[in-house]
Every structure is written in structure tokens, then in C-alpha cells.
């Protein structure tokens, strides 16, 4: 799942990324993000759907908000009309979405940055919680209100270090603020998991 964090990064993926086998999610709220799963299979796991309807809703305004209880939904490439009806106007990053929706209530607003380890080079990423925890070196489990974004950081590469220091070192507090959600956090939880990096 790829997803945009701007106008910019939403034409972009939108544009440039979007293939007829994927599945574009987009929040029940203004100044959401657009997600897209790409070359999603016969039937997408349930997991995966819920997963990526979090990430949509936490990185909409819902999170600068602390706006629980929203719902996510996802639909088909051909639904996203690229270009406004007649007589109207589109602002750039936007879309016309067009027929049914399969909404999704987002399970909670709860985020974790961790460190990969991918195709050679660490990176930090940031999701639902549990891929996280899966699939990076290290994580900060984070939600809502509490730190501006740039003190967050700064606890967080922190934090980071603790755990991983010779790794954690290689990034500033700006590659952290880049992974972070719009708007304040706080870490509920970090850790190390049995991912070994090389």
C-alpha cells in the first residue's frame, strides 16, 4: 500500500500508480489522504482491508483532530473520474469518485514508526501497529495529542537509539517528522522485534 501525504503526493499516486488490479481507500473526511493497495488478489484479506483503513483515516485530519469513530471505504480504479463533470472545477489532489463505497470503520487511531531494513538500506516507515511490529527492527507505537510533531520526533529518534542505537543514529529528527501523521502524538510503546537486521 502506497498512500499521499498532500495534494501533490495524492496526484501523484492517483496519476502515476494507479493500475487496474488495485483498490484506492479514501477517508469520510475532508483533507483525506488517498491510499492505494496495489495488485490486490481475488479477494483482498480482511486484515489487510482494516490495516489499510486506518492508515487512510490516521493520516487525514482526523488525527490533528483526535476525530475517533471514522470510517475509511475503498473502491475500484475505474470509480476515480481524474477530470470534473462539465462547468465544474477540480482543486489539485482531487478526485470524482463515482458509485458504491465499501466503508470500513477504522478499529482505532494508533500508528507505529519503525526502522526497515529494504533492499540494502534502512528506512523509516510508519502504519497500523502490528505490521510494524512485524517487519521493522524497532517501533514506537503512537496516537494522538501530546507532542508537536517535531518534540515527537526528537523522543522518538531517542527512543530509537535506545534500542537500536548504531542504526538509529544514521537518521535526524527530520526523517522521523517526514513518517509522522499531521498534527501532535505521543509513544504509548516501543520496542525491539525479532527482525534481524544485517
Avoid at 488490479?21 to 482494516?50: C, Q, R, T, Y
Avoid at 502490528?130 to 521493522?136: A, D, G, R, S, T
Avoid at 542505537?165 to 509522522?180: P, T, W
Wanted: net charge neutral; with cysteine; glycine share 8%.
Amino acid at each position: 500500500a502506497i498512500g499521499g501525504r498532500d495534494s501533490s503526493s495524492n496526484s501523484a499516486i492517483i496519476r502515476k500508480q494507479l493500475g487496474k488490479n488495485d483498490k484506492v481507500f479514501h477517508a469520510e473526511i475532508f483533507g483525506s489522504p488517498f491510499f492505494v493497495v496495489k495488485d490486490v488478489p481475488e479477494s483482498l484479506p480482511f486484515d489487510s482491508l482494516n490495516e489499510v483503513a486506518q492508515a487512510t483515516v490516521c493520516f487525514s485530519r482526523a488525527w490533528r483532530e483526535a476525530m475517533y469513530g471514522m470510517s475509511a471505504y475503498w473502491i475500484n480504479p475505474d470509480q476515480v473520474k481524474k477530470a470534473a463533470p462539465s462547468g465544474q472545477f477540480l482543486s489539485r489532489g482531487s478526485f470524482v469518485l463515482e458509485g458504491h463505497k465499501n466503508f470500513i470503520k477504522a478499529p482505532n487511531l494508533k500508528l507505529a514508526v519503525g526502522i526497515l531494513y529494504h533492499d540494502e538500506r534502512h528506512i523509516i516507515m510508519c502504519g497500523p501497529p502490528e505490521p510494524i511490529k512485524k517487519i521493522c527492527i524497532c517501533y514506537a507505537v503512537i496516537e494522538p495529542g501530546g507532542d508537536e510533531m517535531t518534540e515527537c520526533a526528537r523522543r522518538m529518534r531517542i527512543e530509537f537509539i535506545k534500542l537500536q542505537e548504531d542504526i538509529a543514529k544514521q537518521f535526524n529528527i527530520d526523517d522521523f517528522v517526514r513518517a509522522l501523521p499531521a498534527g501532535e502524538s505521543h509513544i504509548t510503546e516501543s520496542g525491539n522485534t525479532k527482525v534481524e537486521s544485517p
